[in-house]
């Protein structure tokens, strides 16, 4: 079964410094999302992604944080100038939408630790 | 952000019996209701949706029931295994492109 894929698992960054985060959404996907998981909290949606623009963010995604889908494969998360509040769980998720009850599939996700 | 509420952290049942996991929510305009599967250091896993159309959604051993007018859901595991022990999260959505609101999640426990 198509998987969405996520790299790394683990990235450990200074405060301060610029980190990506890598998805590679299932290939025939068209709509794509990144949700935050901070230890102990909900996960929260941060931005969705569809034809080469966003078409919604959170009051988190501020002007630290921008996507990129750089070619036919990839879907980028950066954050500019990571603060320790950035540190969670990143997680990437794709969808195909057909029609009715096509949901949204996740990646395994990506442990961001800021120091 | 409280437009969906998952009010039990944690339930506990036997190998066998069924598990019913209980889900709120506030916002009317939610059309579209998921639940999904997490264990530890994975993502979550798509599970089982419904949409607004319906009040009752099966899969296999999953149910999704909703309630409208209550606005409630809940998803129903028949018959429950150990195998399905890990943290369920309901989550909504204005349609099916919308970003998803995820409630807090409730740790099953399916004992042998």
């Known amino acids: 079964e198509p998987e969405v894929t996520q790299t790394p698992s683990h990235q450990v960054t200074q405060m301060g410094q610029e980190v990506i985060l890598r998805c590679v959404p299932i290939s025939n996907h068209l709509y794509f999302y990144w949700y935050r998981q901070i230890l102990g909290q909900k996960v929260e949606f941060l931005v969705s992604?569809?034809?080469?623009?966003?078409?919604?963010k959170s009051e988190i995604f501020d002007d630290q944080f921008s996507v990129e889908r750089p070619d036919g494969s990839n879907f980028t998360l950066k954050i500019r100038s990571t603060k320790l509040e950035d540190s969670a769980m990143y997680f990437c998720?794709?969808?195909?939408?057909?029609?009715?009850?096509?949901?949204?599939?996740f990646g395994d996700g990506t442990r961001l630790s800021i120091l | 952000d409280q437009q969906v509420k998952q009010n039990s952290p944690s339930l506990s049942v036997q190998e066998g019996r069924i598990s019913i996991l209980n889900c709120d929510y506030t916002n009317s305009m939610f059309d579209y209701f998921l639940w999904y599967k997490k264990y530890p250091a994975e993502g979550p896993t798509f599970l089982i949706s419904i949409s607004s159309i319906k009040d009752k959604n099966e899969d296999g051993r999953f149910t999704v029931f909703l309630n409208k007018s209550a606005k409630h859901l809940s998803l129903h595991i028949v018959p429950s295994q150990p195998g399905d022990s890990a943290v369920y999260f309901c989550?909504?959505?204005?349609?099916?492109?919308?970003?998803?609101?995820f409630g807090q999640g409730t740790t099953l426990q399916v004992k042998p």
């Open positions: 998720a794709s969808s195909y939408p057909s029609g009715l009850n096509q949901p949204q599939h």
């Open positions: 992604f569809y034809n080469n623009e966003i078409s919604e």
């Open positions: 989550a909504a959505s204005v349609g099916n492109t919308g970003k998803l609101i």
